[in-house]
């Protein structure tokens, strides 16, 4: 037995799938220009539904990236391309990040291990409370990692807000 509000959000989701697949297609045949935000647009959807559907995702980044030779051309914007290199560059400075802690980690992890084989090793109770400092600067380091990635996710959806904003006050 089936909950018809269940069955009511399938078929609903079922029509917007549908919805997204025939302007792509159209664009598809036509040559145009393909984007989420614009295949979005003409499917009357919220690019966060593409997002959310990561097939209907990546047919759009498919067809998007459509060899010439098939009879697409593909434009690239200035601002597309700088905001490409500034996400770049965030993820490498997150990333050279990481890469120092963990070469810290594996610097004292070795330390540790050559200080202990050669018989000089910590107390235990020191060495109980240098694992668990290890510990807790792992955890921090992946809290810190996880709150970017909201952080990231949080601007992407202000994004997509602002854009369905401005979409709805242009409309006359």
């Excluded at 697949?21 to 045949?29: G, H, M, Y």
């Amino acid at each position: 037995m089936t909950n018809p509000m269940t069955e009511g959000k399938r078929a609903d989701s079922a029509r917007r799938r549908d919805r997204v697949l025939k302007p792509l297609d159209a664009a598809l045949r036509a040559g145009e220009d393909i984007t989420v935000s614009g295949i979005a647009r003409a499917a009357r959807v919220d690019r966060t539904f593409l997002y959310r559907h990561r097939d209907l995702l990546e047919r759009v980044h498919a067809a998007a990236n459509t060899p010439a030779e098939q009879g697409r051309t593909t434009a690239v914007s200035r601002a597309s391309l700088q905001t490409d290199l500034a996400n770049a560059l965030s993820r490498n400075t997150r990333l050279t990040g990481r890469i120092q802690v963990l070469e810290r980690r594996l610097s004292e992890t070795r330390g540790q291990q050559v200080w202990e084989e050669a018989g000089l090793g910590a107390p235990t109770d020191i060495d109980l409370l240098q694992r668990r400092i290890t510990m807790l600067e792992q955890e921090i380091a992946d809290k810190t990692r996880e709150l970017e990635e909201r952080t990231d996710e949080l601007e992407a959806a202000r994004a997509a807000n602002r854009e369905l904003t401005r979409t709805l006050n242009q409309r006359p």
